[in-house]
């Protein structure tokens, strides 16, 4: 069974404090890797998909990156409207099921 | 305009209630889902449909059914509303011509069964 575990469940960090969210992941055979921001009450929204070990992506702020067992998240000098939860989730093909994380609840202070 | 939309946003019921909740999109995808999302427990697979005449249950079906009356419509439906049901229901779309078949998701509906 396809499992993911995201870390810090909740992270703090004063504007400009850059860090990284945790995406530890074990699948029978990834087809993708995705990463969601989800604001409050509103549904997720895509940022990134990572097909294999070694890929990077940016935009903006955030940069993905992605390996055999496990996907960062690095966000560099973040701002208090990055604040957010951010999800992660897998393909691992066979019936098209994607599994998600519960997430990484991220505040920003000014 | 959005991509996917869902409809209500909002809605309160009562235990015993039918209600239905309405899912549209023009991504023109195939594939659609719907999933439930609580606190602490990340999103559940409810139902997908792969096409118009194919439907699947997921992980947590049991109390709920949907129907897919096109390619851009699929609704869910709670047939005897139950509080355990309260919780955010979302809607997503995908491709799977697109490489790692992402999915797109809809603005959720907020649900409350008293």
């Known amino acids: 069974e396809d499992q993911v575990t995201q870390s810090p469940e909740a992270l703090r960090l004063q504007e400009g404090e850059s860090s990284s969210l945790n995406c530890s992941y074990t699948?029978?055979?990834?087809?993708?890797l995705f990463w969601y921001r989800q604001d409050p009450g509103k549904g997720p929204e895509f940022l990134f998909t990572?097909?294999?070990a070694g890929e990077e992506k940016e935009k903006e702020r955030l940069k993905a990156t992605l390996t055999k067992k496990e996907s960062f998240l690095h966000i560099t000098a973040p701002k208090p409207e990055d604040s957010a939860t951010y999800l992660c989730?897998?393909?691992?093909?066979?019936?098209?099921?994607?599994?998600f994380g519960t997430g990484t609840k991220l505040q920003v202070i000014p | 305009d959005a991509d996917v939309t869902q409809t209500p946003r909002n809605r309160i019921t009562k235990t015993g209630k039918r209600i239905m909740l309405e899912c549209s999109q023009t991504?023109?995808?195939?594939?659609m889902y719907w999933y439930r999302q609580d606190p602490g427990l990340g999103l559940r697979l409810i139902y997908y449909?792969?096409?118009?005449?194919?439907?699947n249950k997921g992980e947590i079906s049991d109390g709920y059914s949907v129907s897919r009356q096109a390619q851009a419509k699929f609704s869910l439906s709670l047939e005897s509303a139950i509080p355990n049901q309260t919780a955010l229901y979302f809607c997503?779309?995908?491709?799977?011509?697109?490489?790692?078949?992402?999915?797109?998701f809809g603005p959720g509906t907020r649900l409350l069964v008293l």
């Open positions: 997503a779309t995908s491709d799977p011509r697109e490489g790692g078949e992402t999915q797109y």
């Open positions: 699948v029978s055979g990834l087809r993708g």
């Open positions: 990572l097909y294999s």
């Open positions: 989730a897998v393909n691992s093909g066979g019936y098209q099921k994607v599994t």
């Open positions: 991504k023109g995808h195939d594939r």
């Open positions: 449909s792969f096409d118009v005449k194919d439907i």
